[in-house]
């Protein structure tokens, strides 16, 4: 699997968008781009994921570059609640091998 | 839909013990993956079990085993336990079906071990 590169730490302020990049700039053509956060001391909470096209869900936008090096994960209106470690993975889809690296660790300033 | 559940929460045990830890996946998941987080390693992955076989290994020792049911519950059992096992090990499914799109990896609320 790519290995990815995400900042250690992001400050954002309550109620303003939050983005997160992820370098992955060895993915290959299989692997999908997955979105996980982990709030303290809990499992991880699957967010989001994408091949090549953006995407969007309740919880989040993926944004990926045309050539797939690089990926923003966007939090809309971010929330204390989103305080997070938030990891940023390349895999294969039906691969649950999935490797964690260190991620951004997102904290929400009031 | 029930999310993924773990037994115990807690565990405490001393060195040279043996431990057993229980994962029920999502109703439905076929596939069952392990995962050891700590400090200094962060979140590692251990193996993946699907339809009671295992279908992926991390680079642990032997001291690390699982197995899965034909119900697809999982258990995972750590011997000889040694200081440096302590961790939060978290337990994941998903349906297990490679190429399939939509497929994706659940976590429960892990099994904190420590190990005296």
């Known amino acids: 699997d790519a290995k990815t590169t995400q900042p250690p730490s992001m400050d954002c302020a309550e109620g303003r968008a939050a983005n997160l990049p992820c370098n992955h700039s060895t993915i290959s053509g299989n692997e999908y781009v997955y979105w996980y956060r982990q709030i303290h001391s809990q499992g991880p909470q699957y967010i989001i994921h994408g091949l090549k096209n953006n995407e969007t869900n309740e919880m989040a936008s993926l944004i990926i570059t045309e050539d797939r090096k690089s990926s923003t994960l966007i939090l809309p209106h971010a929330t204390l609640r989103d305080t997070a470690v938030y990891y940023c993975i390349a895999g294969q889809t039906g691969a649950n091998n999935l490797f964690f690296g260190t991620g951004t660790r997102l904290t929400v300033i009031p | 839909k029930a999310g993924v559940t773990q037994t115990p929460r807690y565990l405490i045990k001393t060195r040279g013990q043996q431990v057993t830890l229980s994962c029920s996946p999502i109703?439905?998941?076929?596939?069952v993956s392990w995962y050891q987080q700590t400090p200094g390693q962060g979140l590692q992955f251990l193996f993946e079990?699907?339809?009671?076989?295992?279908?992926n290994k991390g680079n642990f020792p032997g001291r690390f085993s699982g197995r899965q049911f034909s119900n697809s519950r999982s258990e995972m059992n750590v011997s000889t336990l040694e200081l440096g096992d302590s961790a939060l090990y978290l337990c994941a499914s998903s349906s297990g079906l490679e190429g399939f799109r939509t497929d994706t990896q659940y976590f429960g609320p892990g099994t904190r071990l420590t190990v005296l």
């Open positions: 109703s439905g998941h076929r596939s």
């Open positions: 079990y699907f339809s009671e076989t295992q279908r």
